[in-house]
């Protein structure tokens, strides 16, 4: 069964991967072990979950993503691409499966050294709210 795994960087159904992969089944998995190792307050959980349900057709489950993997029989995973390495780390569990991860757009374009996010933000405010002309 190939799945489209969502993690928490993709709780946003306008990104291009859910577009691109329309008729997967999409799966989220709460995993105690990388929710305690990531330490998520029970607020963040509850962030998580109130964005979950805005994505239709999402299944939710909670247990060891392998375990759940397994019990899908799942044997191709499409996934986002996250810079994050606790993400990567976890998804790497899962080598015995076939990954395809999407690459998305960068978030903004900066090739300075973030020092201040002041003076961050103030270079790439303008690529997110131009100015009208």
Known sequence: MKILL????????SLPV?????????V???DPAFIA????????????????ME?????????A????CSS????HIVTQRTPNHCISAWLAGLTPMLIDYVD??????YSGRVTRFTKYWKTVEPQWFPKAQ
């Open 55 to 63: 994505i239709p057709n999402i299944h939710v489950y909670k247990g």
């Open 28 to 30: 989220f998995v709460f």
């Open 37 to 52: 190792a990531e330490g998520w307050t029970m607020k963040r959980v509850q962030f998580i979950a109130d964005g979950l």
């Open 104 to 109: 998305e757009s960068p978030f903004v374009r």
């Open 6 to 13: 969502v993690h928490d960087e993709m709780i946003n159904e």
């Open 18 to 26: 859910f577009a691109q992969y329309p008729d997967l089944q999409r």
């Open 72 to 75: 899908l029989s799942v044997s």
């Open 65 to 68: 993503l392998t375990d759940v």
